[in-house]
């Protein structure tokens, strides 16, 4: 029998988080990510499936830990994949090295290999003494491009100090921005760099140097040279820029391939199969109070010279779709075999899908077509240009699971377009449980369109409509989508409807609808997501006198500047949010002179007055909604000394307010925080709109003094 969700389905979890396909498409091995038995954290396996769907799917390794990045060798016989799970195990067994004792805390992801072709145990290759972040196999299958922060292959040995010396310094001396980063922590002395490793041995080689971030390896298709994104350039914590380099295996000649001088960011290289060419993703040329969208760009390996393949297209080539269930997941461009024609993601309408370009003619072509997201797409050449893509798969009814589907070699003709097969089941224990669909809803505000999207509580009706609560998505450029969320399916559950919708400034629609918000964080978005509430007030679906409204990050900033400019809500919920743009442009891991510059086309020292009159906390003073404040402590995007601020105004005036602390949790809570607060937080933010929503009381919850 069907029954509603509960909070604590969760824990149920089971997210394929990256997939690889095998050489010849056959088979497609993805990593899953699940909740730890005592719920206070993951453990993620490696599994595998046919691409023909004939079988089901099957775990590979058992995950006692973390077994991530799987990726196949050029001849489909080995899986190499990233795992700490030496940190569990007893010398020499279970195929760790012989007199390996147990890991450090630093050092103990390492690259492991597993037979395939052959069968049998997965075995520890590097030995790195820091831990290895990503890898990539050369096309010859004898060596793999790693990257770690490592510079040697010693241990950094530490000089003994005596019982009289005292303690160690632990000051931190911090010359630069950009010396923290939300989750991980402080980076200032983090720069990671390509190693070559050889396949069997395990033997490592340092490939770059110096005090940079250097990332992605991608093997040209000859083995000669490998593409990296890093920021090798003067004063990098003064920008956001990144661009792609090539490094010659042989002699470690590094060369800049992106060349330009001005605001840029690359990333995602893709090597062209004659090598001639790197794709990439990434925008050029930023200017004052612009967001430009990142486009899908080649560059010509021999000079660099740089063709936007999508110009004119007007599609967002790095869009990230909100989601309560994975984190952000990063794109890449694919070639297929023939060369002729690039492959991407990019949302439209609130879907996101897969596009392919033809390089020469740029010709663009829409391969799939439906309400879901399409997450995570890789992509294999087949015989005669054909080829194979395989993503995860979500919509707003289902959990993300892992697709495949074909995509022929020549032009797509009418309506034609590439069917996906669905090849793994992670998600049956949900299948019991009663979603309800969205509704998409369209609405005109100030001449542009806003796309929305309606959860029905199960017993609104016209005659008797359900109280409502607004969400807001976080970014601002982001977008809500097909995608399913399950803080909106626990409202409706708890007989509440969600209305949600892409104000201006959201992506997938457009580079102007995505600058709408430009010096206007405030204003113009409450519009937006205002007009589609009373779109739904006008048609009867909601209660307009039972409103809520939420948001995490940039959706908290403006749940915090709506209550401070209406009373129309009855309860209201800022999460992570922004309050002061003034000290959340100074401090953080965006702290520092681009993002105010971005997106309000001055810094906050050239013009303090106008930071101050859009920062929600300016007008903390008129909020009479009651406003449950959420953050977490280890915030470092937007620090929790935003909450503190608005906490201290609205008390201090004896507001109804409460401050709701979240400790250990960074700004990722709900995405991809400790599991049993994800519960916690997805319970007490049901709580306090049914409390006000529902029940209709007007004073503060009581607080359960045995809760903790």
């Given at each position: ?114 037979p395939f072709a052959a069968g049998g145990e997965a075995r520890q290759l590097t030995e790195l003494p820091k831990n290895v972040e990503g890898l990539d196999w050369a096309p010859d299958g004898r060596r793999l491009a790693v990257v770690s922060t490592a510079d040697t292959t010693e241990t950094e040995r530490k000089p003994e100090r005596k019982p009289e010396d005292g ?53 040209s298709p000859d083995g000669r040279q490998i593409a990296f994104v890093s920021d090798r350039h003067p004063n990098p914590d003064l920008s956001w820029r990144s661009d792609i380099y090539l490094v010659d295996v042989r002699g470690g000649a590094v060369r800049q391939l992106s060349t330009g001088r001005g605001k840029q960011a690359w990333g995602a290289p893709s090597w ?192 008797n409509p359900a109280p409502v609560v607004l969400e807001i998505h976080g970014g601002p450029a982001t977008l809500y989508g097909w995608s399913l969320m399950w803080e909106w399916q626990q409202l409706a559950a708890s007989g509440i409807s969600v209305y949600a919708c892409n104000p201006r400034g959201s992506q997938g629609y457009g580079e102007a609808f995505l600058n ?193």
């Amino acid at each position: 029998m069907a029954r509603a969700p509960r909070p604590e389905d969760l824990y149920d979890l089971r997210i394929p988080t990256d997939l690889d396909l095998s050489p010849d498409g056959q088979f497609v091995v993805f990593s899953v990510k699940s909740v730890a038995p005592g719920k206070d954290g993951y453990r993620t396996s490696l599994w595998l499936a046919p691409a023909d769907g004939s079988t089901p799917a099957r775990q590979l390794t058992v995950g006692s830990r973390s077994d991530t990045t799987p990726r196949w060798s050029p001849d489909g016989t080995r899986i190499a994949f990233l795992s700490d799970r030496s940190a569990v195990l007893q010398a020499g067994g279970g195929g760790a090295k012989a007199g390996k004792a147990e890991a450090p805390k630093e050092g103990g992801t390492q690259v492991w290999i597993l037979p395939f072709a052959a069968g049998g145990e997965a075995r520890q290759l590097t030995e790195l003494p820091k831990n290895v972040e990503g890898l990539d196999w050369a096309p010859d299958g004898r060596r793999l491009a790693v990257v770690s922060t490592a510079d040697t292959t010693e241990t950094e040995r530490k000089p003994e100090r005596k019982p009289e010396d005292g303690p160690a310094p632990d000051t931190r001396l911090i010359d630069t921005l950009s010396y923290q980063f939300n989750g991980a922590g402080f980076v200032q002395e983090r720069f990671t760099r390509l190693w070559l490793v050889d396949a069997e041995s395990g033997a490592g080689e340092l490939l770059t140097r110096g005090n940079h971030h250097d990332a992605d390896p991608q093997w040209s298709p000859d083995g000669r040279q490998i593409a990296f994104v890093s920021d090798r350039h003067p004063n990098p914590d003064l920008s956001w820029r990144s661009d792609i380099y090539l490094v010659d295996v042989r002699g470690g000649a590094v060369r800049q391939l992106s060349t330009g001088r001005g605001k840029q960011a690359w990333g995602a290289p893709s090597w062209s199969p004659d090598g001639r060419w790197v794709a990439a993703i990434g925008t050029r040329d930023w200017r004052r109070g612009e967001l430009p969208q990142a486009s899908v760009w080649r560059f010509r390996t021999r000079d660099g010279e740089a063709e936007n393949l999508i110009d004119g297209t007007d599609l967002e080539a790095a869009g990230a779709m909100s989601s309560d269930l994975m984190g952000g997941l990063p794109l890449r461009p694919w070639w297929m075999a023939d060369g002729r024609w690039v492959a991407f993601a990019a949302p439209v309408d609130g879907s996101f899908e897969l596009w392919r370009v033809e390089v020469d003619g740029r010709r663009l072509e829409r391969l799939t077509r439906d309400r879901h997201y399409l997450a995570r797409p890789t992509l294999v050449g087949l015989p005669r240009g054909s080829a194979r893509l395989a993503a995860v798969q979500a919509t707003g009814t289902r959990a993300p699971e892992v697709v495949v589907g074909d995509v022929p070699a020549g032009r797509l003709s009418g309506n034609d377009r590439v069917e996906l097969r669905q090849i793994s089941d992670l998600m049956a224990t949900w299948s019991d449980v009663k979603l309800v669909a969205p509704v998409e809803r369209w609405h005109e505000v100030d001449g542009h369109r806003v796309q929305g999207w309606f959860i029905s509580a199960p017993a609104n009706t016209k005659r008797n409509p359900a109280p409502v609560v607004l969400e807001i998505h976080g970014g601002p450029a982001t977008l809500y989508g097909w995608s399913l969320m399950w803080e909106w399916q626990q409202l409706a559950a708890s007989g509440i409807s969600v209305y949600a919708c892409n104000p201006r400034g959201s992506q997938g629609y457009g580079e102007a609808f995505l600058n709408g918000n430009v010096q206007d964080w405030g204003e113009g978005p409450m519009r937006d997501v205002m007009a589609g509430l009373d779109s739904l007030i006008t048609d009867g679906l909601v209660d307009g006198d039972r409103m809520g409204v939420t948001g995490g990050s940039y959706g908290g900033y403006l749940t915090s500047w709506i209550v401070g400019h209406t009373d129309r809500f009855k309860a209201a919920v800022t999460c992570r949010s922004v309050n002061d743009l003034i000290s959340q442009m100074l401090s953080g891991d965006i702290g520092g002179p681009v993002f105010g510059m971005l997106v309000y086309g001055v810094h906050p020292w050239e013009d303090w007055d106008l930071y101050h009159r859009h920062s929600p906390l300016t007008y903390a003073t008129e909020v009479t909604t009651p406003l449950l404040i959420q953050h977490s402590e280890r915030d470092l995007r937007c620090t929790i000394t935003q909450a503190e601020e608005l906490f201290a105004v609205l008390r201090s005036l004896r507001k109804t307010v409460r401050l709701m602390r979240v400790p250990d949790e960074t700004h990722e809570l709900t995405r991809s925080g400790t599991p049993f607060r994800r519960v916690d937080n997805l319970r007490l933010i049901d709580e306090w709109f049914r409390h006000f929503l529902v029940e209709g009381k007007t004073r503060m919850p009581r607080i359960d003094p045995n809760r903790g």
